[in-house]
């Protein structure tokens, strides 16, 4: 039996009340999202900077090849920052090398 579109308006995940709960905070606008996001993101040279002192290169740091497509180096990213996130209880000096080595690695198109 195919399944039929409801009528029913889609609920506001900002402002509509839930069994779980709502979001209290401000939401925020794209811009500000954007924002951000550059201003944690590293130049070249500060990342540069940031690795320096560091042993590993930017491959090891992300656990990837050499030869890894920008695609595999931004999962690997997404991985190990979803992980070592400060804010989620991650090491903080960790987090910026890995912030670092993407930086390095990342081919702005």
Do not use: C
Not at 31 to 59: C, D
């Amino acid at each position: 039996m195919p399944k039929t579109k409801s009528n029913k308006p889609k609920r506001n995940i900002w402002t509509d009340p839930s069994p779980y709960g709502t979001y209290q905070g401000d939401p925020g606008n794209t811009n500000s999202w954007k924002a951000a996001f550059e201003f944690a993101a590293y130049t070249r040279e500060q990342a540069l900077g940031i690795l320096k002192s560091v042993i590993e290169t930017p491959y090891q740091i992300l656990a990837i090849s050499p030869m890894a497509s920008q695609e595999e180096i931004k999962t690997a990213w997404r991985k190990l920052v979803l992980a070592n996130h400060p804010d989620k209880g991650g090491n903080r000096e960790l987090f910026e090398k890995i912030m670092a080595a993407y930086s390095i690695l990342k081919k702005d198109n």
